[in-house]
């Protein structure tokens, strides 16, 4: 596998409102390449919204998000940057249900034009990282809550990401279970040097991480260490 | 891709079975429709060379050939014309045997060419002995009819005098009697239905057309098939049907199967926002639905090509109508059918793809 350098991420002063709701106000943050940063805060403070805006899944209503200096949203084909810069991972897996772990690997892999044998190289691999090669060909029910989680991971891997973002990833796991999947993407992050923004409500996550922060009612509230530090 | 489109079929079986049944409705229609209009076609091309003749001479502007009139002393005047070597009245009964409505009795001049191009199998000639009539061996196979034997038309009895082959499929599926008797069956004395002719050699038949229509005012001259089906007021209306009903068949098919597949774009909002959250493109995405409505499409019209050749036979033949029309199977007809069924799916592909293209990843993420 080869070794992905980290994105340089720069959110300027975003907004975003969905109705008369407001999800982020004028939220400032720069995530450095290879950097692991965690945010934590209650329910509706924004979290997934700036995950959201940083990978490209929505526009932001005023200020910029910059990915190594290149604003997502101005790009021709903002789902391009999303093949070839950012890795999802969600508190629910997403797996398809009809489609075997493997398959599941080799979707974004479809979606960038991959041909057949690489795709399946490519996901076995993956597999074989999270430590589920034995389970390539079971379909996500035959499987485990982690297991699932874990070949999420391997998905959000398959166009080797510089840019890892992950939405609560153990929010319906076990607390063992959620321990193995952080450890994984922990591990992946020292080994790919990629850069990792996870949100959790686990405080630990926030020990592991080279920076936390907090979120309060759309505004970044805390930072531990501070940034520049 | 195509795993995936399979994948996507296969998984919602009974929803994609639904689907196709509804293309293949409108697919087989089509094909039975357009198999009966070749079937008309040929057809016409049996009763445009009755007898062995070049050309047939009919009534002007009539629903159908088959009810032309024309008056006797036709005959005598265009024997006359430079180019027509021999001519000879018809006149045509249909719907009047009893037993077989489909066939057709001609009634024909007993010395006249078309009389004498029948060629005895069994039996002798009827001539113009009263009550007296000669079987194609079609009809007589059919009837179960032999020389001595006897058949009713329009409620008269008529004893066999033989039994014929010509090699043309109307008049081996009717029957021959006297001119002038059936003018009397008929109420059509001093008249027949049309005047078949053969030409003199060297002329074509298109220049003795014109020259007869041009000599003798509110006359026809049919000299091919197609001509045949357009001089008929009827077959244009079942041709301009067909289209009606081809395009029809488009519309709600189209809109059946975007239907279908937006109430499936809805349910599956989440699945295709993740696939645009990994990167899939908008034109990738909607190449997917574009492509299972494709293959709903296919699947729908293969069912349909079946189902229009086997069923129209089976139609025909529970209706009893194979002697005036029987279904023709081209590569030309299926292609036409099979076309209408890829641009079903195309069509109704379309909006539900677009509608895709429009989503946005969050959105599309939050319907799941």
Known sequence: MNAPSGADVVVDDVSKSFGRIAALRGVSLRLKPGEAVAMAGRSGSGKSTLLALIGGLER?????????????????????????????????HLLLGALSARANVEVPLIGAGAHRAARHERAMSLLEEVGLADRAE???????????????????????????????????????????????????????????????????????????????????????????? | MLAIISTNLTRRAARTVLTASGIAVGVATIVALLSFTQGLRETAA?????????????????????????????????????????????????????????????????????????????????????????????????????????????????????????????EDYGAVMDLAQAQTLSGHAGEETDVVVRLTEGTRAADAAKAIERAFSGVQVITDPQQALRAGANSTLISKAILVIVVIALIVGSISVANTMAMSIMERQGELGLLSTVGWSPTRIALLILGEGVAVSLLGAAAGLLVGVLGGRLLVSALGVSAYVSPSITAWGLGRGLLVGVAIGVLGGIYPAWRVTRMTPLRALAGT
């Open chain 1, 60 to 92: 932001p209503d005023t200020g910029r998000v910059l990915i190594d200096g290149q604003p997502i949203w101005a790009q021709p084909r903002p789902a391009r940057a999303r093949r070839e810069v950012v890795g999802f991972v969600f508190q629910r």
């Open chain 2, 46 to 170: 049996g009763l445009v060379h009755l007898g062995g003749s070049d050309l047939g001479v009919f009534q002007a502007n009539v629903a159908d050939p088959t009810a032309s009139i024309l008056p006797e002393a036709m005959v005598g005047r265009l024997a006359a014309q430079p180019q027509i070597a021999r001519a000879t009245p018809l006149l045509l009964l249909v719907e009047a045997v009893r037993g077989d409505p489909s066939a057709i009795v001609f009634g024909a001049d007993p010395r006249g060419f078309f009389t004498a191009s029948l060629v005895l199998t069994a039996g002798r000639r009827a001539g113009a002995t009263p009550g007296r009539i000669m079987v194609g061996e079609r009809l007589a196979a059919k009837l179960k009819l032999r020389v001595g034997g006897s058949v009713t038309v329009k409620g008269r009895s008529y004893t066999v005098a033989g039994i014929y082959h010509s090699g043309i499929f109307f």
């Open chain 1, 138 to 229: 079971h379909l996500p029910s035959e499987l485990s809550g982690g297991e699932r989680q874990r070949v999420a991971v391997a998905r959000a891997l398959a166009n080797e990401p510089r840019l890892l973002l992950a939405d609560e990833p153990t929010g319906a796991l076990d607390s063992v279970t959620s321990e193995r999947v952080f450890d994984l993407l922990f591990r992946l992050r020292d080994r790919l040097g990629m850069t990792l923004f996870v949100v959790s409500y686990d405080r630990s996550v926030g020990d592991r991480a080279d920076r936390a922060i907090t979120l309060t009612d759309g505004q970044i509230d805390s930072e531990h260490p501070p940034a520049g530090r």
